[in-house]
Structure formats: C-alpha cells, structure tokens
Nanobody, 114 residues
Framework: QVQFVESGGGLVQAGGSLRLSCAAS????????VAWYRQAPGQQRELVAT???????NYADSVKGRFTISRDNGKNTMYLQMNSLKPEDTAVYYC????????WGQGIQVTVSS
C-alpha cells in the first residue's frame, strides 16, 4: 500500500507563493509518472501539472507560467511551486503517482485570499 505525506498548504494572500511537497513510500518513484490535481468546492477534480518519468512536464493553461512541478526520485518526493497565486487557485490539492493505476495522496488545502 502506497503511503503519502503531504505538506506545504495553507492560507496565503493573492500574489503570494506556496510550495507543496508530497513524499511517497512503498513505490519505485522513478518508474512512475507524477502529477498534481486540484478540486475546488462544488467542482470536479482537475489536472494541474504532470511530470512523467522522463522528466517532461505539462501544465494546465490556468497555471502555466506560475506553477512549477518537480520531482526528486532519490527522495521519492514531488513538489509543486506555486507563485503569483490567485483566489481561483483555492482548492484541495492532490498528488498522484501512476503508471498502470493511480495512487493518491489524501489532499492538502490551499486557500488564497483576495
């Protein structure tokens, strides 16, 4: 069973920054893709950013140029650096590690005040 430890969420003013971390255990991190999703109240979960096992990244248009996804395979940890945060970025953020199936973190709240 894959276990996750997420950290870095919280409350920040618009224009501020946060860095999310997600450490996974019992999985060979380097052989999997990783991604961050988010879900705002009353909305569907949406893809924020992906980092495949070759290190190629992709971003949702809404966060491009503001967010950066990265990974440290040696630490089995993935990150999401979020800059220039907007109130519409408020959501629960989920990390996931996947190849043939998704393993999900428990989610971490990010709240951006205007």
């Amino acid at each position: 069973q894959v276990q996750f430890v997420e950290s870095g969420g919280g409350l920040v003013q618009a224009g501020g920054s946060l860095r999310l971390s997600c450490a996974a255990s019992d999985i060979i991190f380097s052989m999997n893709h990783v991604a961050w999703y988010r879900q705002a109240p009353g909305q569907q979960r949406e893809l924020v950013a992906t980092n495949n096992r070759n290190g190629i990244t992709n971003y949702a248009d809404s966060v491009k140029g503001r967010f950066t996804i990265s990974r440290d395979n040696g630490k089995n940890t993935m990150y999401l650096q979020m800059n220039s945060l907007k109130p519409e970025d408020t959501a629960v953020y989920y990390c996931t590690v996947y190849w043939t199936e998704h393993y999900w973190g428990q989610g971490i709240q990010v709240t951006v005040s205007s």
